[in-house]
């Protein structure tokens, strides 16, 4: 058996990497989309959305976990 504080400390880091994933799915979709609509070449649009998405790692990181 897993002890009740053991447990609760697991259930709250699957919850933070949870809303990790989302941030990062978002982060690198909606540029990537909204980029795509104005008709940016395909090159620039992952380099944007990537840099997006990786500010929004560091932030989210910084702010979950630090």
Do not use: C, E, W
């Not at 990790?20 to 070449?41: K, M």
């Not at 990537?50 to 630090?66: E, N, Q």
Request: glycine content about 4%; hydrophobic content about 65%; proline content about 5%.
């Amino acid at each position: 058996m897993i002890p009740d504080a053991a447990r609760d400390v697991m259930n709250h880091l699957a919850g933070q990497l949870v809303v990790l994933i989302l941030i990062i799915g978002i982060a690198y979709g909606i540029p990537y989309l909204l980029l795509s609509l104005i008709r940016v070449p395909a090159a620039i649009r992952n380099l944007i959305a990537t840099l997006v998405m990786l500010a929004a790692i560091y932030f989210s990181f910084d702010k979950l976990f630090l």
